[in-house]
């Protein structure tokens, strides 16, 4: 196989690097280890930065954030939602911190309004009453699992390839050039070698251990932060703690739900990133100086993902710079292999575009980048992501005309079709993990307790699932909810522990 | 303004659960008067079969074939199992006691050859049961002596799909075949629930054109497998009925959330304790429970505008575990709810429970609970018994796991059999109370 651009990891950098190429006719594959926003992408708060966050530490980084916020409101639309953010301090927080807050947006020229806590208590009901000062900023939330899969649909219709559960094992090189890539398919076992005049490392936390195939080296801090997701939408704007960044300072809504995080615990290594029922607890306790009601409100998911932070000396965890890193590697012997790590989601098309412009530049290509001004075409395969979709669609048509597989989240039997039509139409085979990455299923009150296996035994009458391989699946999906639940089961939530053991254990025995 | 009455009784059974229900019926038969509370039961989703003992997930053993041999087994690794403070024949009298309580309410089971069961579940696997009721018995017979079996499912019912159970049923060398049919009056509905289905039946009129349609499709086969949807008030009536029509033998197989096979217990249990005498106050709990100076219990009931307040002498407390709210959570301790017993406890939250939630090991939370001695009569934390007239049965006890070891009502029944014992030889006990403030009750002898 051969192409001009291999680019290597499916999140919002690689997808958004494989549109730009082909918005600028440059040819590309993207290989993807695990599934599209396996990595930090898809662990995250799913939040548009207004830039206020940074205005203390990097007022460059602020100004980004705002610059490329108003860029994806206007080209991504559907990606977005123009919630609009409050910055709030509680009493007892740094008092210095609040009084210079409005200079340091003005030195970053991000757009902020103080308004009185009466008005900030009036537009968010939930904010506790302890607050001594409040700001309104441009803060809005983006659906980061639309983003990627438009990302990549809108490159694919222009020529793109995209490998899943293909993993670069090693380099073939010739002479200081790379000449291909080693792939190997996880789940065929197949092993292919992909040929390219480029290849671009967008491996997020995985990038020191790509670059070291190459012969590079990249010195990195895995910073896992963990988040929580509440079982109804606490709040319609984004909340943050107006202080310098800490534990769960940042409410984001999505959707039907909201997202309180994140912590920042250091770890060695990427193999099992999972939350701790001790972040758990640190995240409530923390979120709650904000919403009170985080002490008592009903989670369904806790989630962790890896920061990819690029390390200088005598800085750690949240000091280093949440800022991008682009590495062209010439200084270690290598002509053809960009890394491009860190950074934020907000910047993720800017990185993308100063990726793109290096490998444009080795190519000697003059095409400038388009992303900046051309609509992201909305894909049919992203639309499910959105949280509350279905429900909306279900209701809106003239009484049930199909069956509701998933109750909690209102996912219909055609959805579901219509879903195992894309996966298979990608040639991919349709798992009931796969179905969940691309739909709510599994992530309500449920946890996947009865909808996994509604969907499983509506599968089995499609003919999509076979022989006995439903129990795996089942298997399969709940554990990866287990993942998310586990840390997260407190007190109330035994109850729907209880009942769920009882119908997957009791009943059916699927332990066996 | 509200009354206020007050109620004297032998006992009081706190929880309308399994091990309530068990302690209940053992108790009114044994002429102790007894008032039963209770909120939510874990019993609207029961699957109708008495479990005793089907795997020890502690040991190696994931299925015992003899129930009777399991109970040694798992009491040589675990001897602090409930099991291991109730001799086989009393466990063995609970079970037969109950299942002659089951045959009172039209709802009876049966046993062969003493051994384990298999019954197919809408998953296609087989759970281990003891005890199968009639409306599954073909079922587990043709498991058994591997019949031609055809299943039928209904356009509509979702959790419920035929082709899934036949090809998971090869695996255990059973094979079938499936069918689909409407469900009379609904034929173009797309949400179809097995309680109203049953509703219809028992109730409406489209029983007749049901067993036509199911006639139809049944060819070449010795028997039928059916969603449980065949009557909640007269399932047995409704079923041979059905045989009759079709002329081929007709099962029914334990759906979830709720189950049909659940509310039939649930509702006939229920009423048959009223029509003993229970003095019954079901959706309702007790927040509080006190001593008074003659070493009554002593709690109020809320009952819309009354409140009732019962003195009693002798408490079973079987009021299940977190789904029950017998059992709580705060601060990652685990409590007990309504009198504060000492409850065994994991290390710590993290080790509540295990990274892969089918491990085969189980939960090392579902092994916390009640410590008691050998009469059921709960521990303090000195590891005394905490009140001579206070006892604890069924899933709140501590050393099982019932959901891995299927051994749920075994465990509610023998326990309430053992403590309705013991408090059945109190001395006071047996002949009518005369201190019943002028209730009656009546003894089902």
Same mark, same amino acid.
């Given at each position: 196989m051969e192409t001009d651009v291999l680019i290597i990891g499916g999140g919002a950098t690689?997808?958004?690097?494989?549109?730009?190429?082909?918005?600028?006719?440059?040819?590309?594959?993207?290989v993807e280890q695990n599934d599209i926003n396996a990595g930090a992408t898809g662990a995250n708060h799913g939040l548009l930065h207004s830039g206020a966050r940074y205005v203390a530490k990097d007022p460059e980084a602020a100004r980004e954030c705002h610059e490329e916020g108003e860029i994806l409101k206007k080209y991504a639309p559907q990606c977005v939602e123009d919630t609009g953010g409050i910055f709030i301090a509680v009493k007892g927080d740094d008092e210095k911190y609040i009084a210079d807050f409005p200079s340091m947006c003005e030195r970053a020229r991000v757009p902020f309004r103080e308004i009185s806590v009466d008005e900030a208590i009036e537009k968010e009901s939930m904010l506790s009453k302890n607050i001594i000062a409040a700001f309104e900023v441009q803060d809005a939330t983006i659906d980061p699992f639309r983003l990627s899969i438009d990302n990549i649909s809108d490159a694919r219709s222009r020529g793109a390839k995209l490998l899943r559960f293909s993993k670069v094992t090693e380099f073939i090189k010739d002479n200081g050039k790379i000449k291909a890539a080693r792939v190997v398919n996880s789940k065929t076992g197949e092993v292919l070698d992909i040929e390219a005049s480029q290849f671009v490392n967008a491996s997020g936390a995985w990038a020191d251990i790509v670059a070291q195939m190459a012969g590079a080296k990249i010195s990195m801090l895995y910073s896992k932060g963990s988040l929580l997701v509440t079982s109804s939408r606490m709040n319609q704007r984004v909340i943050n703690r107006l202080r310098q960044a800490g534990d769960a300072d940042i409410l984001v809504p999505g959707g039907t739900v909201s997202i309180i995080g994140t912590t920042s615990v250091e770890i060695d290594n990427l193999d099992d990133i999972r939350p701790t029922a001790e972040e758990v607890d640190q995240i409530i306790k923390e979120g709650a100086f904000m919403v009170p009601e985080l002490e008592t409100t009903r989670y369904i998911r806790a989630y962790a993902g890896v920061r990819p932070l690029v390390w200088a000396k005598g800085q750690g965890g949240r000091s280093i710079s949440r800022n991008y890193t682009l590495l062209g590697h010439e200084d270690e012997g290598l002509e053809n292999f960009i890394t491009i790590t860190g950074g934020k989601l907000t910047t993720y098309r800017l990185m993308a575009e100063k990726t793109c412009d290096l490998i444009a530049q080795r190519l000697k290509n003059n095409t400038p980048c388009k992303t900046?001004?051309?609509?992201?075409?909305?894909?049919?395969?992203?639309?499910?992501?959105?949280?509350?979709?279905?429900?909306?669609d279900w209701l809106k048509s003239e009484g049930p005309k199909e069956t509701l597989l998933?109750?909690?989240?209102?996912?219909?039997?055609?959805?579901?079709? #219509?879903?195992?039509?894309?996966?298979?139409?990608? /040639?991919?085979?349709?798992?009931?993990?796969? +179905?969940?990455? *691309?739909?709510?299923?599994?992530?309500?009150p449920c946890q996947g307790a009865f909808c996994s296996f509604r969907v499983t035994s509506h599968l089995? #009458?499609?003919?999509?699932?076979?022989?006995?391989? /439903?129990?795996?699946?089942?298997?399969?999906? +709940?554990?990866? *909810?287990?993942?998310?639940?586990?840390?997260?089961?407190?007190?109330?939530?035994?109850?729907?522990?209880?009942l769920q053991e009882a119908f997957l254990c009791g009943l059916f025995g699927i332990e066996n | 303004m509200e009354k206020k009455n007050s109620i004297h009784c032998q006992l009081a059974v706190i929880g309308?659960?399994?091990?309530?229900?068990?302690?209940?019926?053992?108790?009114?038969?044994?002429?102790?008067?007894?008032?039963?509370?209770?909120?939510?039961?874990?019993?609207s989703f029961a699957s109708g079969c008495l479990d005793l003992l089907g795997a020890n997930p502690q040991g190696s053993r994931n299925f015992f074939d003899n129930p009777w041999e399991g109970i040694d087994s798992l009491l040589n690794i675990n001897p602090a199992h409930p099991y291991g403070s109730v001799s086989k024949d009393s466990i063995r009298a609970g079970m037969n006691e109950f299942m002659g309580f089951l045959s009172s309410v039209n709802l009876p089971c049966s046993n062969i050859h003493d051994k384990n069961q298999r019954v197919i579940t809408p998953a296609g696997t087989l759970k281990t049961t003891y005890c199968v009721p009639r409306s599954m018995e073909a079922g587990a017979d043709a498991v058994r002596n591997k019949k031609r079996i055809l299943l039928v499912d209904i356009k509509g019912l979702k959790g419920f799909s035929s082709t899934q159970m036949i090809e998971n049923l090869k695996k255990h060398d059973i094979k079938a075949e499936g069918a689909t049919i409407e469900f009379p009056g609904k034929e173009n509905f797309y949400e179809l629930n097995c309680e109203r289905m049953a509703w219809d039946l028992e109730m409406g009129g489209g029983f007749d054109l049901f067993a036509s349609r199911i006639k139809e499709v049944a060819k070449d086969i010795d028997v039928i497998g059916l969603p449980a949807i065949l009557g909640i008030y007269d399932s047995e009536g409704l079923r041979t009925r059905l045989e009759k029509e079709i002329g081929i033998p007709v099962f029914e197989i334990p759906t979830f959330s709720p189950s049909v096979t659940g509310l039939r217990m649930k509702e006939k249990f229920l009423e048959r304790l009223k029509e003993t005498g229970v003095k019954l106050y079901s959706s309702t709990k007790i927040k509080n429970i006190e001593k008074d100076k003659d070493s009554n219990f002593v709690f109020i009931i809320e009952t819309g505008l009354q409140k009732i307040q019962v003195k009693a002498e002798n408490v079973i407390l079987a009021s299940g575990r977190f789904f029950g709210r017998g059992l709580g959570a705060k601060n990652g301790e685990i409590y007990e709810s309504l009198f504060q017993l000492p409850v065994t406890q994991p290390e710590s939250r993290n080790s509540w429970y295990e990274d892969d939630f089918f491990s085969k090991k189980g939960h090392e939370i579902n092994r916390c609970g009640i410590k008691t001695d050998s009469f059921f009569r709960p521990l303090n934390k000195d590891g005394e018994v905490f009140d001579e007239n206070l006892y604890a049965v069924g899933s709140i006890l501590a050393n099982q796991d019932w959901k891995r070891e299927k051994s749920g009502s075994g465990i509610a029944i023998a326990s309430s059999y053992s403590a309705v014992s013991a408090v059945s030889r109190k001395g006071s006990i047996g002949k009518k109370s005369s201190k019943s403030d002028g209730t009656t009750s009546k003894s089902a002898a």
């Open positions: 690689g997808t958004g690097i494989a549109r730009d190429l082909s918005l600028r006719g440059i040819d590309c594959i993207l900046h001004e051309t609509i992201l075409n909305p894909s049919h395969e992203g639309e499910w992501t959105e949280p509350g979709r279905s429900s909306r998933c109750e909690c989240e209102m996912v219909t039997t055609s959805m579901v079709d #219509n879903i195992v039509s894309d996966i298979k139409a990608e /040639g991919k085979i349709p798992t009931l993990k796969e +179905i969940g990455l *691309r739909s709510r299923v599994g992530k309500g089995y #009458n499609q003919g999509v699932f076979t022989g006995d391989n /439903g129990m795996p699946e089942i298997r399969d999906f +709940i554990n990866e *909810r287990w993942k998310g639940f586990r840390p997260l089961i407190r007190d109330k939530e035994l109850v729907q522990t209880d | 309308t659960g399994m091990a309530g229900i068990a302690a209940s019926s053992f108790a009114v038969h044994r002429g102790i008067d007894v008032v039963q509370v209770g909120d939510t039961s874990e019993i």
